[in-house]
């Protein structure tokens, strides 16, 4: 039995819809500008459903990115996705952007392959939600878990030598370290597929909801 699975990311830029069949990407649509904000979404959906064939049943999984992000973005992504997986009963997955980002650009253009990730958006107020993974090889392990920081605190937890994406990226870079040449990529559906497909969990349709982040203190971070 083929196994399709469909990825959401309405959390930045256009957004997108991503198609993956037995773990390869089968077919991808960028969203026209402004579609993902309202119905715009569900005709795109529908037509990418259809061209590959299926009815939203045929569908094993349904991976949404929560955010961080575009609130009004997130919201009709994961609004979007909590209709279809109600109508169809297919298993939900939620999936970090800042997970996705840093999966996205795990390799530099360049080839380089930096030692530690961070991942960084503006929340404002001199603050930030971020994550931050280092690389080994093909995976990405966490150090620690997408929360709201400031500067200092961020500082105190990240290791030297990362590099940094994210809008806040140019903000928070310290001597030594550099700016993605990805920085301002927005996630992209096929990994935001990939990663609702390795996740352990699934949500249900009442349980998802964007990623309301609070803030950690460096300490909690620090405790084994």
């Avoid at 119905?39 to 959906?45: I, N, T, Y």
């Avoid at 961070?118 to 690389?135: E, H």
Wanted: aromatic share 6%.
């Amino acid at each position: 039995m083929t196994d399709w699975v469909l990825g959401v990311e309405t959390s930045a830029g256009e957004g997108e819809l991503a198609l993956l069949r037995d773990g390869a990407l089968a077919a991808s649509v960028g969203l026209a500008e402004g579609g993902h904000r309202g119905a715009g979404l569900v005709p795109v959906a529908k037509a990418l459903l259809a061209a590959a064939g299926l009815r939203p049943a045929d569908l094993a999984l349904i991976a949404v990115d929560v955010g961080p992000g575009s609130f009004t973005g997130s919201r009709v992504g994961i609004a979007f996705a909590k209709s279809l997986a109600y109508a169809t009963s297919c298993p939900l997955a939620a999936v970090s952007s800042l997970e996705a980002r840093a999966r996205d650009s795990a390799t530099s253009r360049d080839g380089a392959i930096p030692p530690v990730l961070a991942v960084a958006l503006d929340a404002r107020r001199d603050r930030f939600y971020a994550a931050a993974f280092r690389v080994e090889g093909l995976h990405l392990a966490r150090l620690f878990e997408d929360a709201l920081f400031d500067r200092d605190e961020l500082h105190a937890v990240l290791p030297a030598g990362a590099a940094w994406l994210g809008d806040a990226a140019d903000r928070l870079v310290r001597p030594g370290e550099r700016v993605h040449p990805d920085a301002l990529r927005p996630p992209s559906a096929e990994t935001v597929a990939r990663l609702g497909q390795a996740a352990s969990g699934r949500v249900t349709p009442f349980a998802l909801a964007p990623s309301y982040l609070r803030r950690v203190e460096a300490q909690e971070l620090r405790s084994p």
